[in-house]
């Protein structure tokens, strides 16, 4: 099943791109922004979506004033593009920690207040955690995630996991491995096409590094809804520049 998030479907057509937001200060976060204007938003067909915020590179996350400036600049700039918020934790591949309640504070703040349109939940938070969440939202979209950066779980345990985020409420179900070797990245893409006949809801996956980035660009066969794009600074390994991943997309088309 397809989901709209303002004038954005996810979950039909090609896959749609994200790009990642990774500034640490307001300076830097009006730089990035315009960086990501030009190399995006050029003459033409634009190569962005949607755009993420990691919000866990941002240094005054835990003071609302300051995650709030953030949000606004964010949204002055680009009013139209669908923003997802994230705090990716260092166990999966982020910036650094928080504690549970913290955590639990800033994403109740994106909920209450709606100040994205989608909010990524990291799986292992815990059933009790994500349920609490999940009752506070009002229109943000959940997209309950899992990031191993170390190795590619077998098959079988990929799809458990992403049916476990389908029976605890996810609107989007996100799951990122690392392959070892070239097999893993199969098994990530069979992982996902089964998951496909699993569920009516939008499915994104990918396998990390050069050995993965096969799994960035076909997602129209495969059933991943989502890729992550960089313009500049990327937020994980073997993120494609924006712009030639939605000419490779473009390939699945023709």
Known sequence: MALKIKELTIG?????????????????????????????FKEGEACADLLEWRAD???????????????????????????????????????????????????????????????DIELFTGKHTIQKLIK?????????????FEKTPPKKELVRRME????LGADILKMAVMPQKERDVLTLLEAALEMKQLTKKPVVTMSMGK??????????TFGSAITFGSAGRPSAPGQIEAGKLLEALQLFEM
């Open 12 to 40: 039909e057509g090609r896959p749609k791109i994200c790009v990642p937001i990774t500034a640490r200060k307001e300076e830097e976060l009006l730089e990035q922004l315009e960086g990501i204007r030009a190399a995006c």
């Open 57 to 119: 590179f941002w240094e005054g996350i835990e003071k609302e004033e300051s995650r709030r400036t953030g949000a606004k600049l964010i949204r002055q700039t680009f009013p139209e593009l669908p923003l997802l918020f994230t705090f990716r934790s260092r166990i999966e591949g982020g910036e650094r920690e928080l504690s549970t309640q913290a955590y639990e504070e800033i994403c109740s703040w994106v909920l209450e207040e709606e100040q994205a349109e989608l909010l």
């Open 136 to 148: 506070r939202k009002k229109e943000t979209a959940i997209v309950l995630s899992n990031h191993d």
């Open 164 to 167: 476990e985020m389908d029976r």
């Open 211 to 220: 050995m993965g980035l096969v799994s960035r660009i076909c997602g129209s």
